[in-house]
């Protein structure tokens, strides 16, 4: 494989960019693959690429049904962070920040790590407090978090409603200093181009439309390109795990909902951060092109369209004007929505299941992107070793029926029915 | 816009309403011996299919009654709305 660096792009210069290799060779299925990983998610293919690298395992098919990077990783707003309280969230995902932080070099490929910070904003003093637990709970795994005031706010998104008369005034926040954004396609990219470089099969437009089980063991799985034996099959299909669970006669504690997001026309600089409103559900960040990137509430109902009403899209910039009056005055380039796996506690699941050979990586929710290298790795280490790793060993299925749930809001089940 | 009809008011527009997911959910028998797993079934399993979908929706802003719909996941088409004691 071509390495990319200052060197081959001033040699391709020369030839008007024209000799470029290809980043990843598109594959016919072969007849057999020690594993299958499906979809070509980032959870996929980072799954794939720590399966080949770190565990030299290479007969591997990713087998996708739409394009590569067509669904939620090509979809999401891509923050990173590991703010969360609880310990299991805050380890495994603070392990995730670090891969992130090295994940450019580790793939040769430019992932624009942008550890711009992200803020919660906070509107009361109960709020505040609870943001002064969360953030100590943070520091004490040694993730970085700081607390910030009003006026320490007001220098640093200016642009934010200060006025006597805001609706939600702000009384301060809680900072990651270290979370914030990266290109999501320039991940689904570079993990494929890496994987396929070991020798890993991308398969494009291949549904996955059954599974051959023999004495609960995995033998294959049925596809709109015919049928293709395996030892072992990952399923990492986001929104569409019920799916292909139900094949496998499984059900599981996972519901499928539209989540929208939007762009506004590119404006100067205008947001240094990623901010957060503490008064209901709404973010924004601007992208390097200028555009504000906006998101907030799910639909609310069960969905497997990728695309959302409008009624979500004006409730969630009804907040975001009550955060940033100016942006009131912005067009709306593009919308569009992506469908959640969201799982019952709100927290996802990595594990083996009740057939051999079967393992299970959904339950993401709204927050899968920030975890795609820690997901691959866990994963991949899940799927080699037919073992659970230390780090995801909260993650299990089971604990629906442990109590051992992971409910970092604290709203119980089905925390996106209002 | 989701135009949702409540079997009581009529067709009124999705801001009214609010969603209560799978219909087909029910709760164990009061006051029987019930399992762990019939429990941790009916408090965490739902249908998920992609395709039409026995629901619960409640028309909050309006006459407040809970009723069921059925309605296509993928395209988002409504075929039908029903009194919560009609079959659907
Ligand atoms: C609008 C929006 C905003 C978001 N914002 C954030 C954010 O800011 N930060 C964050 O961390 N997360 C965010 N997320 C969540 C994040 O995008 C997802 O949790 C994550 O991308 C899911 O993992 P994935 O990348 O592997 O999924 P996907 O990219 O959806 O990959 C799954 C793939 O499986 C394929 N597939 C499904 N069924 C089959 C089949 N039968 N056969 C073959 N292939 C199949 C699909 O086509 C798809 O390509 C957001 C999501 C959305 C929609
Ligand atoms: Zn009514």
Not at chain 1, 33 to 61: F, M, S, V, W
Not at chain 1, 172 to 198: C, E, F, K
Not at chain 1, 397 to 414: A, M, P, Q, S, Y
Not at chain 2, 80 to 85: D, I, N
């Amino acid at each position: 494989m071509q390495k990319y660096s200052i060197f081959s792009l001033i040699k391709n210069a020369f030839s008007n960019h024209k000799d470029w290799e290809v980043a990843w060779k598109d594959s016919e299925p072969k007849k057999e693959y020690d594993i299958i990983i499906i979809g070509a998610g980032g959870h996929g293919l980072a799954t794939a690429y720590y399966l080949a690298k770190e565990h030299k395992i290479t007969n591997i098919a990713v087998i996708e049904k739409g394009w590569l990077g067509g669904g939620n990783v090509g979809r999401n707003t891509t923050i990173l962070r590991s703010n969360y309280m609880f310990d299991p969230n805050g380890l495994f995902y603070e392990q995730g920040m670090k891969m992130w932080e090295n994940l450019s070099q580790e793939l040769n490929y430019n992932v624009m790590y942008s550890p711009r910070g992200i803020i919660n904003l906070a509107h009361s003093d109960a709020q505040m407090n609870i943001f002064y637990r969360r953030g100590n709970s943070m520091r004490l795994n040694g993730i970085d978090a700081v607390m910030l005031g009003r006026d320490e706010l007001k220098k640093m998104i200016p642009f934010a409603d200060f006025s006597e008369s805001a609706r939600f005034p702000i009384f301060g926040g809680l900072m990651q200093p270290r979370g914030g954004t990266a290109r999501h396609d320039a991940v689904a990219w570079g993990y494929a181009r890496q994987a396929n470089s070991m020798g890993v099969d991308i398969i494009q437009h291949c549904e996955v439309t059954g599974f051959d089980v023999q004495n609960g063991k995995i033998e294959g799985v049925r596809t709109s390109k015919g049928n293709i034996k395996t030892k072992k099959v990952g399923l990492c299909v986001a929104g569409n795990t019920s799916l292909l669970a139900e094949k496998l006669n499984m059900k599981l504690p996972i519901e499928s909902h539209v989540l929208q997001a939007c762009v506004s026309e590119p404006v100067k600089p205008f947001l240094d951060h990623v901010v957060t409103f503490g008064a209901g559900h709404f973010y924004c960040s601007q992208s390097d092109k200028g555009e504000m990137v906006m998101g907030g509430d799910l639909d609310g109902y069960n969905s497997y369209a990728q695309r959302g009403n409008l009624p979500t899209l004006q409730h969630v910039l009804t907040e975001g004007v009550a955060m940033f009056p100016n942006l009131s005055r912005l067009k709306m380039l593009r919308t569009w929505g992506g469908i959640m796996d969201m799982s019952m506690d709100g927290s996802p699941i990595i594990d083996k299941t009740h057939i051999d050979g079967v393992y299970l990586n959904c339950g993401w929710c709204y927050g899968g992107f920030k975890a795609t290298p820690i997901s691959g790795w866990t994963f991949a280490y899940t799927i080699a070793k037919d073992e659970v790793h230390e780090l995801s060993s909260k993650y299990r299925l089971n604990r629906f029926n442990t109590g051992h749930l992971i409910d970092e809001k604290g709203l119980g089940t089905k925390t996106w029915i209002g | 816009m989701l135009e949702i009809k409540c079997p009581h008011c009529g067709l009124r527009s999705q801001n009214e309403f609010s969603y209560g997911g799978d219909s087909n959910t029910k709760r164990p028998e009061l006051g029987k011996e019930v399992s762990d797993k019939d429990w941790d079934n009916f408090i965490y399993l739902r249908d998920n299919p992609r395709g039409k979908h026995s629901e619960l929706w409640h028309h909050v802003a309006g006459c407040r009654q809970w009723f069921k719909v059925l309605r296509d996941t993928s395209t988002h088409e409504i075929f039908k709305t029903a009194k919560l004691t009609e079959e659907l």
